[in-house]
């Protein structure tokens, strides 16, 4: 679907923030072998879609009636933007691996393990994931930085990301043990921790704390509904249009109630997610939610 002038805005701030943060923290000249590996950061960095950053700030803009022009490179919501970009790319780099999903392909190109080597992939991943930590490090208010640490690092660890993979490979070996709610808690961890993280940070930026309950919901609607988009774009999609690997055989939720009950789970959870942004009352809310569902890659 076509990108409004205001999403394309968005991803372009972050990108070249994190563009510029590089530069900066890369800038010392270093041995051949580490000014070679500055080249893999990059190319590491590069390819995400940011919807995670672009979700966080949009947040901090619609409820701090903030426009993006007063948004500054050195600014604390930049600053968790980068974190959060920094973190995901960790999250995918590993997720890539032969000894994990084994794909040779994102966005059209190599993965790093692909063009780089194993060693290169683990250790940028490994960077990648401190650096997150070392970024939000730099926020100025040290409660707010705390927070917000503790925030990821949940999202990350062994109630996020980490468990939710564990759980994901446990259960391609056993998937008869498998159910939609076993399948539900596995995706809130291993994808909907993060969009947590990213909607949450800004509360924790702003001291707004007044609908956290709709925020709370809000995470795990979306993130739930991304994961299952990817269920189907695993079965429906091609690499020309998602820009990866794609297995042509049923997954997850598509294994289990088959496509087209699927797609209504899809409708029915993306109408979830439209009822709470109303409730937020930002229309580019709205329209990530319809990202989501119609997105191709």
């Given at each position: 679907m076509a990108l409004p002038n205001w999403y394309n805005e968005y991803?372009?701030?972050?990108?070249?923030?994190?563009?510029?943060?590089?530069?900066?923290?890369?800038?010392?000249?270093?041995?051949?072998?580490?000014e070679d590996f500055k080249e893999v950061i990059s190319y590491g960095f590069s390819w995400w879609k940011k919807l995670r950053s672009i979700l966080a700030l949009e947040f901090y803009l619609s409820l701090s009636w903030k426009d993006i022009?007063?948004?500054?490179?050195?600014?604390?919501?930049?600053?968790?933007?980068?974190?959060?970009?920094?973190?995901?790319?960790?999250?995918l780099l590993h997720d890539d691996l032969p000894c994990m999903d084994n794909?040779?392909?994102?966005?059209?190109?190599?993965?790093?393990?692909?063009?780089?080597?194993?060693?290169?992939?683990?250790?940028?991943?490994?960077?990648?994931?401190?650096?997150?930590?070392?970024?939000?490090?730099?926020i100025k208010d040290p409660k707010m930085s705390q927070s917000i640490s503790k925030l990821i690092s949940h999202s990350v660890g062994f109630y996020g990301m980490v468990g939710g993979q564990i759980e994901d490979i446990y259960f391609e070996n056993n998937i008869w043990e498998l159910d939609t709610t076993l399948l539900s808690d596995l995706h809130a961890k291993k994808t909907g921790k993060l969009i947590q993280a990213a909607i949450?940070?800004?509360?924790?930026?702003?001291?707004?704390?007044?609908?956290?309950?709709?925020?709370?919901?809000?995470?795990?609607?979306?993130?739930?509904?991304?994961?299952?988009?990817?269920?189907?774009?695993?079965?429906?999609?091609?690499?020309?249009?998602?820009?990866?690997?794609?297995?042509?055989?049923?997954?997850?939720?598509?294994?289990l109630i088959w496509v087209d009950a699927t797609r209504k789970i899809l409708?029915?959870?993306?109408?979830?997610?439209?009822?709470?942004?109303?409730?937020l009352g930002s229309e580019k809310i709205d329209f990530i939610v319809d990202y989501v569902e119609n997105r191709k890659k």
């Open positions: 991803k372009n701030l972050i990108e070249s923030s994190i563009d510029t943060y590089l530069t900066r923290y890369l800038a010392l000249p270093m041995s051949k072998p580490l022009s007063d948004i500054k490179i050195d600014d604390d919501i930049i600053k968790v933007c980068i974190a959060l970009e920094s973190v995901h790319a960790f999250s794909d040779e392909l994102r966005r059209w190109e190599l993965t790093v393990w692909k063009k780089y080597g194993e060693h290169n992939w683990v250790l940028a991943g490994d960077m990648l994931n401190t650096l997150c930590f070392e970024i939000i490090s730099d949450l940070s800004w509360v924790i930026l702003s001291w707004e704390v007044a609908n956290i309950d709709v925020y709370w919901d809000f995470w795990k609607k979306l993130g739930l509904a991304f994961q299952i988009k990817d269920d189907l774009l695993d079965v429906e999609g091609t690499p020309e249009e998602t820009g990866k690997s794609v297995w042509g055989e049923e997954k997850w939720f598509v294994y409708r029915d959870v993306i109408s979830e997610c439209h009822s709470i942004a109303k409730k």
